[in-house]
């Protein structure tokens, strides 16, 4: 039942370029190639978990889709929010257990309208590679210490580890830290703590294994990543950064009373509602803190992820902007639901408050069921691609922002390739692509798509649209279609020859 609303509400959440030109990756992994040769992808390649799971789907479907997209994102926050109840129920039983399943599954099963409903159901920001950790995680708490243990552990996070370099920050140093931590503590012989030094090694090993792997596959011609580029931020930063990791954290818990983007009275009825999630989950992890060396190996590698990510997040880069940035603290919301649920119940219980509880769960799934019937769905490409193909029109050009979702949204049957606008010059630069796209031997390319991007200033349309002519020469025909210029020729605009940059993060204006 879960994963149909979500499926539903997903019909109603814009997604982006980035999960469209996964889907072309996937289908080009479902075609055979496994390693995806000739592509360069972003720093986040999202290999080993969302493009399997993408090509398993458009199998099903029979290719591409923004259905197969849909599915996919719903699957997931599906089985996070599963994995996080079961992990938050731990082994108790009766009442006890039955509540902390309620309050861990409750903060994170209702994405809200907006950045946070794009964020949970929109694009590959993170979400799927929580599966595999929140998995680590369940082992850790339910396994007995068998030799077994530190082989899975090391095998799920070195699978997530080659798809994402959050990983390192929520899986494999918080454990290795852990570990060690618990190993000083003790200060006994070594054979008594073969347990935490093998979980140890496994963190070590996890990472060792995942860079070992992505290296043989580019050495056998595989795909090329994007290096991460980060750096800490200046001092003279640090407060805003801060401010920027609050609103951020309040955006993951649908909280953000600033990005409340409904009309009418309950602009800010649902991010006060959900503001009662984020507390309960700020609580829990103020007091896993404080109880820190008191508490379980699973519990303490939990908060020591929530603590490294929330500082990740404020010293470096990608916390500058939050509409921008805030996926990258994705590891903060299943976290603080799993020690809300393990730390709170039983005070909860204990101090008559289950009536509260059950009114918040009531209105959050009000509000779930309120948006899924009648959020208006998102607006798309379609009728653009449906006009490219009326007019016989296959395979054109435009700017990375819209040339994946055409091509999405019209299954493939329109094929657009992107290409970059570098002040008032057409430039290729391998971000998200594949060389074969470029090939004017194989490809045919006779039109130009220029749309006026959300979030750029006027007359950005424009400036593609004399780029392009620069670029190629005076069109034969201009149209105007569905808010876009679209440009043709009547040669094939790949003999051109554009000049090729380093790659770099496409801008959207």
């Known amino acids: 039942m879960l994963f149909l609303v979500y499926l539903q509400l997903a019909q109603r959440v814009a997604y982006g370029s980035d999960g469209a030109v996964l889907e072309q990756q996937a289908l080009d992994m479902l075609h055979g190639n496994l390693l995806l040769r000739g592509w360069t992808v972003a720093d986040i390649s999202f290999y080993a978990i969302e493009i399997p799971e993408l090509a398993v789907l458009e199998w099903a479907h029979g290719g591409l889709s923004p259905e197969v997209l ?3 994102e719903a699957l997931n926050l599906t089985l996070v929010v599963l994995l996080v109840a079961l992990l938050a129920k731990g082994r108790a039983t009766g009442r006890e257990g039955l509540v902390r399943v309620l309050v861990a599954a409750g903060i994170v099963f209702a994405p809200t309208p907006g950045a946070n409903g794009v964020l949970m159901l929109g ?3 993170h979400l799927a590679t929580q599966i595999p950790l929140l998995a680590v995680w369940l082992i850790i708490d339910r396994a007995r210490p068998r030799w077994w243990v530190p082989v899975a552990v090391a095998t799920l996070l070195a699978w997530a580890r080659m798809s994402d370099s959050i990983v390192l920050l929520e899986g494999e140093i918080p454990l290795l830290a852990v570990c060690a931590m618990r190993v000083y503590q003790r200060r006994g012989p070594l054979r008594g703590q073969w347990y935490d030094l093998s979980l140890a090694a496994a963190a070590i090993a996890a990472e060792g294994a995942a860079q070992v792997a992505l290296r043989m596959i580019h050495a056998a011609g595989g795909f090329t ?7 800490v931020a200046p001092i003279a930063q640090l407060f805003t950064h801060i401010g920027v990791t609050v609103e951020s954290a309040l955006l993951l818990y649908g909280a953000d009373v600033s990005g409340a983007v409904l009309q009418g009275n309950l602009a800010l009825i649902i991010p006060a509602v959900h503001l009662a999630g984020a ?4 609580a829990a992890t103020w007091y896993a803190v404080r109880r820190f060396f008191a508490s379980d190996l699973m519990l303490q590698v939990v ?3 929530t603590l490294i990510s929330l500082l990740a997040f404020t010293l470096f880069g990608n916390g500058v902007v939050v509409g921008g940035g805030a996926h990258n603290l994705m590891p903060v919301l299943p976290a603080g639901a799993v020690l809300a649920g393990r730390m709170l119940t039983s005070g909860l219980i204990r101090r008559g408050l289950l009536p509260v509880l059950a009114v918040t769960l009531a209105l959050y799934a009000g509000f779930l069921v309120r948006d899924t019937v009648r959020l208006r769905p998102t607006i798309t490409f379609m009728p653009l691609a449906a006009w490219l193909q009326d007019q016989h029109l296959r395979y054109g050009l435009s700017n990375y922002y819209a040339a994946s979702l055409v091509t999405v949204d019209d299954s493939g049957q329109v094929m657009v390739a992107p290409i970059k606008r570098t002040g008032d010059h057409l430039v290729l630069s391998p971000w998200e692509s594949t060389t074969s796209w470029y090939d004017p031997s194989a490809h045919d390319a006779t039109f130009f798509i220029a749309d006026q991007m959300q979030g750029c200033p006027p007359g950005d349309a424009t400036a593609w649209v004399d780029a392009a002519i620069r670029a190629f020469g005076s069109p ?5 279609v569905d808010g876009a210029q679209v440009l043709i020729w009547s040669h094939n605009l790949l003999t051109n020859h554009l000049t090729r940059e380093p790659m770099s ?5």
């Open 70 to 72: 849909r599915v996919a």
């Open 123 to 125: 694009n590959p920001d």
């Open 225 to 231: 990543a994007y290096p991460l580029q980060e750096a």
């Open 279 to 282: 507390l309960l989950a700020a």
């Open 303 to 305: 908060t020591m992820a």
């Open 476 to 480: 034969t025909r201009t149209y105007s």
């Open 505 to 509: 993060r496409p801008s959207s204006c």
